[in-house]
């Protein structure tokens, strides 16, 4: 396992696909995370069990399918 963060793309009310990024969040002055980090990161897709309402989350590289 790699330690990253999910960084959440809202803006004015518009949502936007998480993103995970590798390492520790770098604070920025002028928006709450340095933007280069989000740019090498990985889309995360959520699933969610219908019975039990459990979530689990992947990034997986945008060439390898998501296999459960």
Same mark, same amino acid.
């Not at 770098?26 to 928006?31: A, L, P, R, T, Y």
């Not at 995370?33 to 689990?56: D, S």
């Given at each position: 396992?790699?330690?990253?963060? +999910? =960084?959440?793309?809202?803006?004015?009310? +518009?949502? =936007?696909?998480?993103?995970?990024?590798?390492?520790? %969040?770098?604070?920025?002055?002028?928006?709450?995370?340095?933007?280069?980090?989000?740019? +090498?990161?990985?889309?995360?897709?959520?699933?969610?069990?219908? =019975?039990?309402?459990?979530?689990?989350?992947? +990034? /997986? /590289? %945008?060439?390898?399918?998501?296999?459960?």
């Amino acid at each position: 396992m790699e330690i990253g963060f +999910a =960084a959440d793309g809202r803006h004015r009310g +518009a949502f =936007a696909q998480s993103i995970w990024c590798e390492g520790e %969040p770098e604070k920025s002055i002028w928006v709450g995370i340095k933007t280069r980090q989000t740019q +090498a990161g990985l889309l995360v897709t959520t699933f969610r069990c219908p =019975a039990c309402g459990y979530l689990e989350s992947y +990034a /997986p /590289p %945008p060439e390898t399918p998501i296999q459960l």
